[in-house]
């Protein structure tokens, strides 16, 4: 058994009176192991975001089965949904979602707070994450004060507390320049090399050559993937810039 | 362009935005109303035939100016919500290449539909609810009811220039605010973090600082004379500390809040306290001004609902008997000199004649004195009254001779000569002797527990020394002493109260009462004594006047309060509307962090709870701290029901509170509906 299973995921929308029906996914099948670090690549509206939001539980499949780490998501009922959450998955979105009203300190400890910790364990817990991450100085300060470089890796931390099972991330560069996409990514494999598991969803080609596999979706399925095996970094950039041509120019290579 | 183009998009403008459109024309027509209502009973016909009317009418106009000054001060507040919340939608017709011209254009004509939509329903409803509201005004001064219908032209006339010129200035203020706001910004603006607040620790502590000073000044009134002006010193205080204390008192109390980390990080209040210092920041003037109306209608409910629920009890107090004849008299002999008898003969005689049967009278004879008392409890007769007037230390001295006390008590005191017996009302007076410059040396020999009704020291609120004397020969120490104004010092007067059988129809007790008042000036007339003043009264004449002006002031109570609840209901609606877009996003992001919709219940629960009960609570307190000062000035009015006034505010506060209860569910629910979204 696999860390998380999907297997044969499908999704379809609705307009509000029934009407047209859209299917976002339409058979989705793929395994995670634990410590692995994942790309989901695909253009817009090829269902990566749908996808995501079924493995964060904040959307239910139409019909196929997500399971992590032998639960199955469908059996969760929708009043734990957000406990299970917040006890087993940690989220990095694109736009940071710090809250402006806290400070940095207080929006780290949000997801811990959520849970009923005490303020010593979670001071206990922010202390060597925080020196870790490099944002020991920032806690103090509020979101607007800070880049948006620092605001990611406030919110990787935030993510990151709560030790999740996995790490989901939307587009974590999506926001950011060059250099605070750097300092992102390696903070990623930083941490992956730790053993975080974490599945990130990315148009940036830059941002899948991190990873250790690279699955690419289209109209709603898993199209291809890509393992790093003993490539560089460079090299697993060059082998996406390949695969995501063939996809653009309609190659049928499966 | 086609011509209709600006009208179709300044309509679909309000269409679209009816929610916030809606609740603004309502406020719109409903100041109309009050107003065309206000102006309409002030003028109606009614006042010209009824008794006491000219009050009535003084008692309307002054709400008529209420309503006109707070109905322009709140529709700017809700416009600028208005505007604020379409510079949005503006600043995209600006890009959309929409000249600022056009955009004024649109704002003008949104204006214009809105104005006379309210206009038309303003008048509609003004002219449905004023025959309602005179029925209602009727009922209130116990006047006979008037079945006509009347418009008067000048009402409309009035409403229609008032309100016309009041939304041409808002249309221009709504133009001077768009035209001064760049598109582009407005589009960016959202995304801007926010500083958080600082608390100002100084003017929070400047707020708790004077808020308890004006507690101890509404609380340590002796004095009903002094009560008015503190009253407004208090009042305003009051106001000055509640905008403090919610502007930067809450915000330091929040601050203390979170520096209490185990309070602070704890599920339940983490996200409020956080949140609530930011939105106190913005809304403690909203807050406030919710807590001062609030207060405002409690203490206007309490005190004019005590005065019309008493005045019963107040014309009591005021006249023990129905006919209150009262003649001056010029010396001490004359008191039980020719004059007295001849008033008494002629009372009995009128009421014979008029077939009157007496059920119960009195007849005594008074004497008075007013001074200032001092420290040593000596009474000084020479005052200047006009000094005294400022002073809590004014005292009222009324001498009744042993004879009437005995004989209208049914008791036997024996008092001799240099002795007297004491009764106070308002301030004790706690010395062996009493010494009053001018006045006789007497030793208090006794303390009497009840002392029979005299109406006009009720009428006064001056504390009053109830002096019984053996005869008023002792008073002779007073014969060379003038008042301030070069007259006989000591009043001297002989009374004869009496009141008929219930039989007795009012009409007829009015006509004898009339006569009498007749027989006795032809009377001193014809014996020349025109210079003795007479004073006559009869409750019953007395009591529309009482009830036209009491009855007046709770019905523009009531009318005020329902206008201020009104407007407190708008204003909370606009804030959960506000704030609900606000916070839309945020509670998105906790919702993906994990929190659960319970735990976002519970929040907004805890938070909206805490921001709106606020001012109800804050409102309660400053009531409870108002009631000493204005239980003051009520005695003024002559009501000296205590548990009366307590229970009447005590209610005003319990329907004020479920009426605040019902609009913060309604209001809570559509925050709820958006944040959830």
Redesign the interface.
């Known amino acids: 058994m696999s860390f998380l299973e999907v297997t044969n995921l499908k999704k379809v929308y609705s307009t509000r009176f029934g009407g047209n029906k859209v299917e976002a996914l339409r058979d989705v099948n793929f395994t995670v192991e634990e410590g692995e670090f994942i790309a989901i690549m695909g253009e817009s509206g090829s269902g990566k975001t749908t996808l995501l939001n079924i493995l964060a539980a904040l959307d239910k499949p139409t019909m196929g089965n997500v399971i992590l780490d032998e639960k199955d998501f469908a059996s969760i009922k929708e009043s734990d949904r957000a406990t299970f959450r917040r006890d087993n998955l940690g989220f990095v979105f694109q736009d940071f979602n710090l809250l402006d009203t806290f400070s940095v300190e207080d929006n780290i400890y949000l997801p811990l707070v959520l849970a009923g910790k005490k303020h010593d364990e979670m001071s206990a817990l922010l202390e060597p994450l925080a020196s870790r991450l490099g944002i020991s100085d920032l806690l103090k300060k509020f979101p607007y004060e800070i880049s948006c470089g620092q605001k990611q890796r406030v919110a990787c931390a935030r993510a990151l507390i709560t030790e999740p099972r996995i790490l989901l991330a939307d587009e974590p560069t999506g926001a950011l320049d060059s250099k605070s996409t750097d300092e992102v990514l390696n903070l990623f494999c930083d941490v992956n090399e730790e053993g975080q598991t974490i599945l990130m969803v990315t148009h940036s080609v830059k941002a899948a050559s991190v990873a250790n596999r690279v699955l690419f979706i289209k109209d709603g399925e898993v199209f291809h993937q890509i393992y790093r095996g003993e490539s560089t970094n460079e090299e697993l950039y060059q082998k996406i810039t390949e695969t995501l041509t063939m996809l653009q120019t309609g190659s049928d290579k499966r | 362009m086609k011509t209709n183009f600006f009208p179709k998009l300044a309509w679909n403008g309000i269409i679209k935005n009816k929610k916030i459109y809606i609740p603004y024309i309502i406020s719109c027509m409903g100041v109309l109303t009050m107003y065309f209502i206000m102006q309409s009973l002030s003028v109606s016909p009614i006042l010209e035939t009824m008794r006491g009317g000219s009050n009535v009418a003084q008692v309307l106009s002054l709400g008529k100016f209420v309503i006109m000054v707070f109905s322009a001060l709140f529709l700017l507040y809700t416009n600028s919500f208005l505007t604020k919340s379409r510079y949005k939608e503006f600043g995209l017709y600006n890009i959309l290449g929409m000249g600022k011209k056009d955009v004024n254009k649109v704002v003008i004509l949104e204006n214009l539909f809105v104005s006379i939509i309210s206009i038309i329903g303003g008048l509609g409803f003004g002219i449905l609810f004023s025959k309602l509201s005179e029925l209602a005004l009727l009922y209130f001064v116990k006047a006979d009811i008037d079945y006509g219908f009347h418009i008067s032209p000048i009402t409309v006339r009035y409403s229609l220039e008032i309100y016309g010129i009041l939304f041409i200035l808002l249309a221009i203020i709504s133009i001077i605010r768009v035209s001064k706001t760049n598109p582009l910004d407005l589009l960016h603006s959202e995304n ?5 607040p600082k608390a100002n620790w100084f003017f929070a502590l400047l707020g708790a600082i004077i808020l308890i000073a004006s507690y101890y000044l509404a609380v340590s009134i002796k004095q009903p004379l002094t009560a008015l002006i503190t009253f407004f010193i208090a009042v305003i205080m009051v106001i000055v500390a509640t905008y403090l204390l919610f502007m930067a008192g809450s915000v330091a109390l929040c601050k203390i809040l979170q520096k209490n ?2 309070y602070y ?3 339940k209040h ?1 996200v409020p306290v ?2 609530m ?2 939105r106190m920041k913005r809304n403690g003037a909203g807050l406030a001004s919710i807590c001062i109306l609030a207060t405002m209608v409690l203490v206007m409910i309490g005190s004019a609902g005590s005065l019309y629920i008493g005045a019963e009890d107040s014309i009591n107090s005021r006249y023990p008997y129905q006919n209150d004849l009262q003649l001056t008299l010029p010396t001490i002999e004359s008191l039980n000199g020719e004059e007295a008898k001849k008033i008494d003969e002629i009372v009995s005689s009128t009421c014979k004649k008029n077939n009157i049967k007496i059920k119960e009278s009195i007849t005594y004879n008074l004497a008075s004195v007013g001074g200032e008392i001092l420290s040593d409890g000596t009474i000084n007769t020479d005052a200047d009254a006009a000094a005294s007037l400022t002073g809590t230390n004014l005292r009222s001295v009324y001498f009744v001779s042993q004879d009437d006390y005995n004989r209208i008590m049914g008791t036997s005191l024996n008092l001799k000569d240099g002795e007297c017996a004491l009764y106070t009302s308002r301030a004790s007076y706690d010395y062996d002797k009493l010494v009053i410059t001018h006045g006789p040396n007497l030793k208090i020999t006794e303390r009497l527990s009840d002392f029979f009704t005299i109406g006009e020291a009720n009428a006064i609120v001056i504390p009053s020394l109830f002096v019984v004397i053996p005869s008023f020969d002792v008073l002779h120490t007073f014969d060379n002493a003038t008042d301030y104004l070069g007259g006989y010092m000591l009043m001297l007067y002989h009374c004869n109260l009496f009141t008929p059988e219930s039989s007795v129809s009012a009409d007829a007790s009015i006509r004898n009462f009339n006569e009498t008042y007749d027989n006795l000036q032809s009377y001193l007339h014809s014996a020349n004594l025109e210079a003795y003043g007479l004073n006559c009264e009869n409750s019953l004449a007395e009591k529309d006047d009482f009830y036209s002006t009491f009855g007046g002031l709770f019905f523009l109570a009531i009318i005020l309060s329902i206008m201020f609840i009104a407007a407190t209901t708008l204003i909370i609606y606009y804030k959960q509307l506000s704030e609900g877009f606000e916070d839309q996003a ?1 509670f998105e ?11 976002i219940k519970k929040s907004i629960d805890s938070q909206v709870l805490t921001v709106f009960f606020a001012p109800m609570v804050m409102a309660g307190i400053h009531q409870a701290f108002a009631f000493p000062m204005y239980w003051k000035i009520i005695q003024l009015f002559g009501l000296t029901n205590l548990s009366l006034a307590i229970i009447t505010s005590v209610v005003a506060f319990i329907i004020f509170s479920i009426f605040y209860l019902l609009i913060y569910k309604k209001t809570a629910k559509v925050y709820y509906n958006i944040v959830s979204e």
């Open positions: 801007h973090g926010e500083k958080p980390k185990s990080y704890n599920k983490f956080a949140s210092t930011y945020k992001i906790m919702k993906k962090v994990g929190m659960t919709k319970e735990d």
